[in-house]
């Protein structure tokens, strides 16, 4: 028989702006520029909307929540995590565990990165132990290095209750 578990994917990348909000992971990290989209463009929990959603097999985030759709414009990521959450409840999955990496050459994220874990756990309900989050640079290399823009992965353990 096989394991009633699965795992999936997420990838995503925002350009940074100046003037505008940096939001990560739910939290605001203060700095100079912030990533540039049509919700809050929280690109780590957008990773892991699309991990979560790969999983049960059920598309991607701009399919269920498309930026041309006015009332997803400047939205809280957090609320289209909480919302995946659920879908994937309704077809009968559970998280298992979350595994994600940031890729950002400025600002440092380590002081950012339990806050991120702690918001993340309350939003899809699971323990700290079960988010892992991570941080690294692309060496100056690249759009991330040359800071024009964040990107970031995830996976997503699931379970069918």
Request: hydrophobic share 40%; net charge negative.
């Amino acid at each position: 028989m096989k394991p009633n578990i699965r795992v999936g994917y997420g990838y995503d990348v925002h350009a940074l702006a100046e003037g505008v909000d940096f939001w990560i992971g739910g939290i605001k990290v203060p700095h100079t520029h912030g990533a540039y989209g049509h919700s809050d463009a929280d690109v780590l929990i957008h990773v892991i909307c699309d991990a979560l959603l790969g999983a049960a097999n059920m598309r991607d985030i701009g399919f269920h929540f498309s930026d041309k759709d006015p009332q997803y414009k400047g939205i809280d990521s957090k609320i289209l995590l909480k919302r995946v959450v659920e879908l994937i409840a309704e077809k009968g999955y559970g998280i298992v565990n979350i595994d994600a990496t940031v890729c950002l050459q400025r600002p440092k994220l380590s002081p950012h990165i339990e806050a991120m874990k702690q918001t993340l756990a309350e939003v899809m309900d699971l323990p700290l132990e079960d988010v892992s989050v991570k941080a690294t640079t692309t060496e100056k290399l690249g759009f991330v290095g040359k800071e024009e823009g964040v990107s970031a992965h995830a996976v997503a353990l699931i379970y069918k209750k």
